[in-house]
């Protein structure tokens, strides 16, 4: 069984920067695609940021440009470095781990950006 822990979130003003971890454990099969989403209440998930197992990046349009998703295999750890936040950044942010067609998901981390 894999789990995913998620940390890095809080509460930030608009402008602001956050970075996001997300550890895994377990039994990992390789290779393995790692991804950040969110989730406001009454909203379906979305998707924010993917980083595959060698390293290729893709991301919302909505993130481009503020954004980073990097990983570290050897940590077993994926992480979102979010700059220029706004008030509609803000949501329950989920880390997602893709092994064979399999989907393993975090308890989430809360990011508020207020002022």
């Known amino acids: 069984q894999v789990q995913l822990v998620e940390s890095g979130g809080g509460l930030v003003q608009p402008g602001g920067s956050l970075r996001l971890s997300c550890v895994a454990s377990?039994?990992?099969?390789?290779?393995?695609?790692l991804a950040w989403y969110r989730q406001v209440p009454g909203q379906q998930r979305e998707y924010v940021a993917a980083?595959?197992?060698?390293?290729?990046?893709d991301y919302a349009d909505f993130v481009k440009g503020r954004f980073t998703i990097s990983r570290d295999n050897a940590k077993k750890m994926v992480y979102l470095q979010m700059n220029s936040l706004k008030p509609e950044d803000t949501a329950v942010y989920y880390c997602n781990l893709m092994a064979y067609e399999v989907d393993y998901w975090g308890q989430g981390t809360q990011v508020t950006v207020s002022s």
């Open positions: 377990g039994t990992i099969f390789h290779p393995y695609a």
């Open positions: 980083i595959t197992n060698g390293g290729g990046t």
